[in-house]
T-cell receptor, first 114, second 109 residues
Framework: IAGITQAPTSQILAAGRRMTLRCTQD?????MYWYRQDLGLGLRLIHYSNTAGTTGKGEVPDGYSVSRANTDDFPLTLASAVPSQTSVYFCASSAVAGSTDTQYFGPGTRLTVL | GQNIDQPTEMTATEGAIVQINCTYQ??????LFWYQQHAGEAPTFLSY??LDGLEEKGRFSSFLSRSKGYSYLLLKELQMKDSASYLCASMDSNYQLIWGAGTKLIIKP
């Protein structure tokens, strides 16, 4: 059982380019999340999904979009990357949305936008 | 506003005890989480407190005081592998986690 996988592991991207970060979980968790982690700041929620077919905006959603076509996959898309989106991106999941269930994290994607 | 405060960095000696403090202020409260994050890796779950008091789990214990908006993580018998960042997160009324910036713990031999 892999848990949560993310791809790519790292990426250098030119500003203005489109990029999709992939996230897949095999735990059949209903809830999934995308965070970004920047030096000196706590993890910040970008978007979340309580269940397949639904998504919601987190604290810092601008410039990002997500989709949840099925339970397992939750891709994050940067439509036109900007240097301020340089960050480490973590995908996470929890069994039940709207509960105190533990969030489990993927290994992260390190993204550099030049 | 919502705010989580924890020290940026702490240093301790192998074999010793260290206490990492966290104060929180969130819109509603559904519990306090602690995660460990080694450099370059994902955060991993350590503990969850929703009631006042101390929860012990092996070498790690976590304490919560809801009236004071305060928690601490206590690490005993420190080992070199405990060198990591420790993240405090409060779950708000919408069941979303509000994260502190993390405390980098350096263990010296």
């Amino acid at each position: 059982i892999a848990g949560i996988t993310q791809a790519p592991t790292s990426q250098i991207l030119a500003a203005g380019r489109r990029m999709t970060l992939r996230c897949t979980q095999d735990m059949r968790h209903n809830a999934m999340y995308w965070y970004r982690q920047d030096l000196g700041l706590g993890l910040r929620l970008i978007h979340y999904s309580n269940t397949a077919g639904t998504t919601g905006k987190g604290e810092v959603p601008d410039g990002y979009s997500v989709s949840r076509a099925n339970t397992d996959d939750f891709p994050l898309t940067l439509a036109s990357a900007v240097p301020s989106q340089t960050s480490v991106y973590f995908c996470a999941s929890s069994a039940v949305a709207g509960s105190t269930d533990t969030q489990y994290f993927g290994p992260g994607t390190r993204l550099t936008v030049l | 506003g919502q705010n989580i405060d924890q020290p940026t960095e702490m240093t301790a000696t192998e074999g010793a005890i260290v206490q990492i403090n966290c104060t929180y202020q969130t819109s509603g409260f559904n519990g306090l989480f602690w995660y460990q994050q080694h450099a370059g890796e994902a955060p991993t779950f350590l503990s969850y407190n929703v009631l006042d008091g101390l929860e012990e789990k092996g070498r790690f214990s976590s304490f919560l005081s809801r009236s004071k908006g305060y928690s601490y993580l206590l690490l005993k018998e420190l080992q070199m592998k405990d060198s990591a960042s420790y993240l405090c997160a409060s779950m708000d009324s919408n069941y979303q986690l509000i994260w502190g910036a993390g405390t980098k713990l350096i263990i010296k031999p």
